[in-house]
């Protein structure tokens, strides 16, 4: 066992690791880890799971009984697969159903648009049709005086997202979905429609949730495919009056969502426990292959993986498949993971780190460590092994890791980010594209690969991410 | 002027061909030619006219308003161009309408499909839940016994299209599309089932065209989006039966359609004419952009280019833009290539050439000149001149052309083919997906220079390819 001068200047808790049995930097930690790693680029359950799952049952949205159905039949397949203390864990949240929804241009020459509301997006009530005002960002629409668009249709045509690695190119649209519906009631229009989020030129509108405001989402609200954009677009820019016809029967109702919950039972220190999770519900017009069949799959895989190694960790690796995260509700109700930390209480302290799988199924290309834990003994072991695998450290830390451990991190658990390549995933994103035949097997078993590595390295040791905090900085 | 050895072979008419004032092997008609070529690859109205074409009007269905108001349209758009003797012929044919459609896996996990009925496919009425019989190959559907498929979905899933340059994958999987329908009946089947005639993963079904069968489309018949045919093989495959609900109310009604025909009137021999051409009409998912709005911009855009060049060329050039293409009704009834065939009577003897652009917009690479005329001093003009903007000759010979002008060939009319590169198009043939983002400018403008190039060769010589048939090959 060897501790750096680094690791021991970074907590006054060092001492407590070097006494402790078995820390990530031992050889013989690293070594395990390593074989872990080549056995599970080799051989997996994801693509199984993920198979099974998609299949079988299509999309799941929110408290749907598609979304109930698989999680009944997930918590089967953990068990099935030696997984300890398999639960289901129930909570209300209020769902929404799209029903039927059409668009088109109206007047001299119509034609179909190809459309889809925004999630939790109230229903047209009948047909709406309306003169369609365009603007190119959310500020130009907050800028008109109020009660200037009344009985207009508020459009935003920001452009294509900007297609990144790392998603960034994301946020920026996003605030536009989110704020969209409310901006443009508050002047008075009778419906909010935009360009899809997403980085393709495919006829595939993207949806996603929207913002509530008092209570409710202000406006119906839907996302055009980048072709209707342009479609539309092009024809203001020609000079010509836009008038639209819109229809949609979405709806809200009251029903459950729930948590599925496994264990791979630690051997020496159970009540520690690193948390793995990634998200069972799924968008309605896709079957949630990417966005997140893969995430359970590939944190399901890695602590089977973990567990097949013929040593069971220290601590006990917990997969949780969270439902209901592609919902926006206030306070975290109604999404898994604010259900998952209102039910563990106080064990929530013996929580060492958490981590989700929420961008796809592509290569993973850097490692965000918890803030602190960057240049430690922690952090090169799992250089070590995470580098032949074409992961490298990243120069940030990570903070958030992503809506399912979001309350997690709030209450102060260390999380990770195992970055994955999200070149193409909004491509796919919240689209009825997203399905299996996008998965590249091979760049998913990199990806159980590295969560199983680097979970054995935190699994299998003292390490204290909590204590390489810097000061001031308890909550992340 | 020069004669080669190899024309004079192959022609006993090649001494009236020495004594014409300008062949296409001229020095002065190949710099000409040249010009032209770059002229057109710097600046063309292709794109202009195929973006107002499909912004304007959207998918053009086959006698439907949209298909003649775009007609009356692009007439009005080539008079403004300059084009002379601007006419619409109008034709009589059995439109189809798809209407409303929808398809699920039924039962105890129930998820939606994404399909499309085939063209001509009659509706369900009502909707028709049945059991699901796949087969690989319309071969092993053929070979149960009568009676076999009695209430039952006929499900043909032979796998996704080869991607070809030359396209050619598509052959082998349109037999099915064509044959299904007529084979299920004879089973007994309520309803015939594909996988889409594509060679893309998205979720953009592929409809197409089927066959009558004494008159009339004997079944429904639906292609499956590639994603939603993986599903149902999957499941057949973990051992699931697989009941699916279908619904259209897709019918046939009387209309008619109708050819655009202008001309760039030939200086010298106006009444020898070379037929550009490409179908306006278009399927209903998409708007028709690269099926083919952008065979009649290259076209137009090529008549266009020899218009201005400064010199009108000898012979006429003509472009047609072919009503109702799409449409596979016996005797070449119903469609725009045999309506314009009929229109003309005995001036078919004064067609000289004619070639179609029907294979999206991008780049042509390969020249493939009428039986006979290869190895000639023609040959070789054009060579030189279509060479530097990358095409080549072509192997083989053009024997067929495509549907629009098949009527003119059948009638003896030298055809050439400009052979484009298809490698995506058949990931947007048919789809939601044919839209104006697909088309690539720099692609097209070098097909418009390749079209312009060659026509002026022909048009401003008096190259006789009929005179260069070997003995018995009249008819091509």
Redesign the interface.
Known sequence: MRLSASLLAASALALTLAAAPAVAQDAAVIARAAAIRDAAMNQNIALDYV??L??????RPAGSK?EQ?AAAWAADYMRAQGFQNVRIEEFPLVGWERGEESAA?VG?????L?IAALGHSPGTNGPIEAEVVRFTSLEALNAVPAGSLAGKIAYIDAGQMVRMQDGSGYGPLTRIRGAGPGAAAAKGAVAFIMRSVGSD????PHTGTTRYVNGVVPLPGFALA??DA??VS??IG?GETVRIRLSSTAHTYQTTSQNVIGDIVGRSRPNEVIVLGSHMDSWDL??GAIDDGAGGAITMAAAKAIAESGRRPARTVRVVLYGSEEVDQPNNQGNGGGAYLRGIGTAVEQHVATGESDFGADRIYALGLPLGAQGTDFARAAGQVLYPIGVLPSPQPELHGGSDVGPLVEAGVPVFGLNQDGTRYFDLHH???D????IDPEQMSQNVAAWAALVWLIADSDVDFRAMRPAGAAAH
């Open positions: 198979t099974q998609t299949t079988r049952f299509g999309p598609s159905d241009i001299d020459h119509p034609q179909r190809v030129e495919h006829r595939m980048a072709a342009d479609t092009r024809l020609m896709g079957t689209t009825a594209d399905t299996l035949d996008k």
